[in-house]
Every structure is written in structure tokens, then in C-alpha cells.
């Protein structure tokens, strides 16, 4: 399985970028898909995610610049920037996850968890 992400650059601020990542080598539909990111110095942090119907979560501080999406039949996932700030510098990394518990056998029907390489996204001031 390979998470391969693109899009990331440099920009002023108040720019925009658009962050996608493809999942291949999967050969069903990824229960949820997004995008964290890690700062130099800090840890890696929720950005959004977007499940196989399209409930989305985003972080507080991206709500209402950001934009999650998903083509589901490529299991690709979008990441729309708008308004970008300089404290958004970062490597963005995709993730793909997904489980399915039996609770009556106590056990996981499957369960899975990969990462992309990461994009570095850089916001001048």
C-alpha cells in the first residue's frame, strides 16, 4: 500500500494551496481518509478527516479556511488551503485508516492504518 501525497510548496500568506493524495495498492474503499501535519519542534497534529460518506472533522484552527474532500472510487483525498497563515508551515502527511470490530468475537474483522511520505507546506510572512 502506497500514500502518495503532492501539492505542497511555498506561498505568501493569504494564499492558497491544494494538498492530494492517492492511495494505491488498496483494493477496497478506505473507511477514512485525511490530513495531518507536524511543525519543526512540535508533534504531529490533526488537520481533517472525511469518512467513506463524507462526515468531515477539522482541527479548530483551520475551521472555516480548509477543505477536505475524497474521490472515492480513486481513494484520493483533497486538501483545499485558503487563507493560509505562516504558524500553517508544516509537513502535511495522509492517512488512511479503517476498522471493523466483532464485538460478539471480541475481535477486529480487519484493521489497518498507513501514512504517506508527508508535503512540505511553507507560508511566508
Known amino acids: 500500500v502506497q500514500l502518495q501525497a503532492s501539492g505542497g510548496g511555498l506561498v505568501q500568506a493569504g494564499g492558497s494551496l491544494r494538498l492530494s493524495c492517492a492511495a494505491s495498492?488498496?483494493?477496497?474503499?478506505?473507511?477514512?481518509m485525511g490530513w495531518y501535519r507536524q511543525a519543526p519542534g512540535k508533534q504531529r497534529e490533526l488537520v481533517a478527516t472525511i469518512t467513506l460518506g463524507g462526515n468531515t472533522n477539522y482541527a479548530d484552527s483551520v475551521k472555516g479556511r480548509f477543505t477536505i474532500s475524497r474521490d472515492n472510487a480513486k481513494n484520493t483525498v483533497y486538501l483545499q488551503m485558503n487563507s493560509l497563515k505562516p504558524e500553517d508551515t508544516a509537513v502535511y502527511y495522509c492517512?488512511?485508516?479503517?476498522?471493523?470490530?466483532?464485538?460478539?468475537?471480541?475481535?477486529?474483522?480487519?484493521?489497518?492504518?498507513?501514512w504517506g511520505q508527508g508535503t512540505l507546506v511553507t507560508v511566508s510572512s
Open positions: 492517512n488512511a485508516e479503517g476498522s471493523d470490530y466483532d464485538e460478539v468475537l471480541e475481535s477486529y474483522r480487519y484493521q489497518y492504518d498507513y
Open positions: 495498492g488498496i483494493d477496497f474503499s478506505v473507511d477514512v
